[in-house]
């Protein structure tokens, strides 16, 4: 076997820049795949005839980027998610002729009647108000609606704690940009929020993985990440995890809270599913309320193109997060919280989640009928579900073949962190198809690629 | 005098940091000024008893947070913007009793009419489509829409190089987090526009500030700059610089192109103001067009509110600008977009803006008319001008005197980057005051205190 060496002279700037960013592009053509190898420091200074130091400085920079991953004593390896983060996308959701089942798309079309919603607005006294400049924090009606919105995921607030955002990634923008600092480290399930581990690298956020089991994150885990590196906040979806659909207990939420308070943490959680299944357990914020910023999205459980999201955020930290939807967006625009705060305030909103439930359950069922004999995971009223998949199957694998059968899922690679080994599993959209056919026909093949018998 | 001795032990984590963190918080506290020296790194680490490496290590950390500034040869100060990017913006706009000539609003009055747009967008077939996740690009109607747009700004191009962002500053955004690293270096006028500092602040990129003219940045200065550091990008806004109103010349714009690609600079060109006056020249963009970056904003001249605005890029840069886009919102919520296409679209757009440009012209022949005497720069039709302060007053002086008399303005200290010299100016919004008549008397007050002979 040949030696990994990357073509270095091409670039410009300092060396050990060009080493990771040869390193990056290397990753990206595919030379350099998931998991491999890279040689000691020592021997990739001689192939490139540099000094040790300046490829220790290259590794490290790369590894900030989230492409590599050092194990004291075995070396240093392509990180597992190293290509899922420009890849996780799909910026045409429904590719003609594919049936989707790996982007959750929230039932759409039990949205609210925005056309009724518009014509209420425009009988306004005064609506040219949603056209100015206002506080970044939004409007005080709107902020009281969110205070109404935060109240159904169990966190009773004020108005006072609440800072409108243009949906819940632009919520995470907000706590990641404004609340840590490029460097810093934030705790997080080893399986995450694709969406949170490609927002972390853009802005040069590490993440930290913590182990999981059948409750989500270890406690014992995070405390010993805590102890052995310098660990800014912790980012949870305790009530629906995404994409494994654990839940975690009482006893698990305290001591979570717990290992906060003792490790000063800032606790970011974002449990953008909790509301799609009833019967609430308070979150982990509701256990430190002064250290924890609460993400209330509605674009699971109301309307996604709305993009609101309201935070709910301690005295200490509500400048800066406020600066922060200041520095990236000025303000959410205020006529799309308008129509959410409406909706919100005449009982439409908890009218819709009621619906959505409902068609979730409607489509759980058949997935529990159809996939019988397999194992997977999820809620009664869930979006999605957590498929194991028998040997000698992977996540990659599977995903690769549902493909070539016309079926969009994603494999487990897609949710790792760092250089946690991605599980035989995928996460299933119950909800992407549309037309109830499709989705019962793409569970079909589905079925059939897992348990035939060649 | 006493030497500055900050209070390390209190905090946490490693010594450099806390050093950065006390010396952050002295500025705030104003315990350290702006302009103030710092001991030298060896005094410094005397009196703190560690060793001299953290020292540079912690003043390297604050300069990265644009705290400090060093010189060689002359010592290491506290930035002249250090405090000012946390107090720059009021967060209640229109403070009962004052007089706003500070912020710029965009004659918000005139904007279209709202309430008619939401009846017609009712109207349509099918609205619901503006609830559902799309391209975090914009859909296709809204990008032509965006292109329509990017030809008011002098800019030929066509939907495919449009992707739609959730106004100006979040344009920046993208630009600055989906197109640089924290740790980069910018380029920017000596004087720009604060949303940008602050911004840059936030996600680590530092920026380098260079020398301007009567036409804005001057080419030599530029150029030394990048042969002195590694500079990526370079920020532009030649048609009315915020906040002098300069306008780059022809030539000088070509030069500017020429060194861009020279050094392999990507080009930010955000000319917020550049479509309140009539007559255009084409954007630098337009000369180096495969590396720039054009935001083609739409808050100042059509409905800030609706938070909209258009990016023009170069197919080299759309991907990680789309990334950007997703990472941070997701998409711009298609309602507003919406709304703003078909106002471009009808051409009532374009009748707002020259309604605004009216009124533009007629508060700035007041503005001329009771300023008699004072030095000031501003385009006809401007909603700002830059007033130059006789001796010996200064921009923070003069800030707080006008706002003991009930007006708000922006002394030159708001603008400036780094460790650029403050020149005895200040910022006077035309547009912030919406009563014709508190505008006058706002102009009158202010040139009363400039001109009194005590």
């Not at 075995?74 to 002729?97: I, K």
């Not at 109404?148 to 819940?168: H, K, T």
């Not at 990236?328 to 439930?357: C, F, H, S, Y």
Request: proline share 7%; aromatic share 6%.
């Amino acid at each position: 076997m040949t030696m990994y060496t990357p073509h270095v002279a091409r670039e410009n700037g300092p060396l050990y820049k060009a080493l990771a960013d040869s390193i990056e592009r290397d990753i990206q053509a595919g030379t350099l795949t998931p998991g491999e190898r890279l040689p000691t420091h020592r021997d990739m200074a001689d192939a490139l005839g540099v000094n040790v130091s300046t490829v220790t400085r290259g590794y490290r920079e790369a590894e900030k980027r989230g492409l590599l991953s050092g194990t004291v004593g075995r070396g240093t390896f392509v990180a597992s998610d190293a290509v899922t983060s420009s890849a996780m996308v799909s910026f045409e959701p429904g590719a003609p002729g594919m049936i989707e089942m790996g982007l959750i798309a929230p039932l759409s079309y039990l949205d609210p009647d925005v056309a009724e919603g518009f014509r209420r607005i425009a009988r306004r006294k005064d609506p040219t108000t949603f056209l100015r400049y206002t506080d970044p924090r939004g409007l005080p009606d709107h902020r009281q609606a969110g205070a109404l919105w935060a109240r159904l995921y169990g966190l009773e607030c004020g108005p006072e704690e609440i800072i409108v955002c243009a949906g819940a990634q632009h919520a995470l923008t907000c706590c990641l940009a404004g609340l840590l600092r490029p460097g810093d480290r934030l705790a997080v399930d080893s399986l995450t929020y694709p969406g949170l581990k490609s927002l972390a690298s853009m802005l040069g956020i590490r993440l930290a993985p913590i182990t999981m089991d059948g409750q989500g994150m270890m406690p014992e885990a995070l405390d010993a990440a805590c102890r052995r590196n310098d660990i800014k906040a912790v980012y949870l979806m305790p009530g629906v995890h995404n994409p494994t659909t654990a839940t975690m207990s009482e006893p698990r939420r305290d001591e979570i809270a717990r290992l906060a308070e003792v490790h000063d943490l800032i606790i970011i959680e974002d449990d953008a599913y909790d509301l799609t299944h009833p019967g609430r357990t308070t979150p982990v914020s509701d256990r430190a309320r002064h250290r924890a910023v609460f993400v209330a999205g509605l674009s699971k459980s109301l309307a996604a193109g709305l993009r609101v999201a309201f935070l709910v955020a301690p005295p200490a930290l509500r400048k800066p997060l406020a600066q922060a939807v200041l520095n990236t967006i000025w303000m959410a625009p205020p006529l799309n919280v308008e129509l959410a705060a409406m909706w919100i305030t005449d009982g439409t909103a908890e009218q819709i989640l009621e619906a959505k439930r409902a068609e979730a359950a409607r489509r759980y069922m058949i997935a529990c009928d159809v996939l019988d004999g397999l194992r997977f995971r999820g809620k009664p009223t869930g979006f999605f579900c957590w498929l194991e998949l028998p040997a000698p199957w992977t996540g990659a694998a599977f995903e690769a073949a549902a493909r070539a059968r016309g079926i969009n899922v994603f494999g487990a690679e897609k949710f790792v962190v760092g250089d946690t080994a991605a599980p035989a599993a995928a996460r299933l959209s119950l909800t992407g198809a549309e037309d109830i056919d499709d989705y019962r026909q793409g569970l079909w093949v589905l079925w059939h690629l897992l348990t035939r018998k060649d």
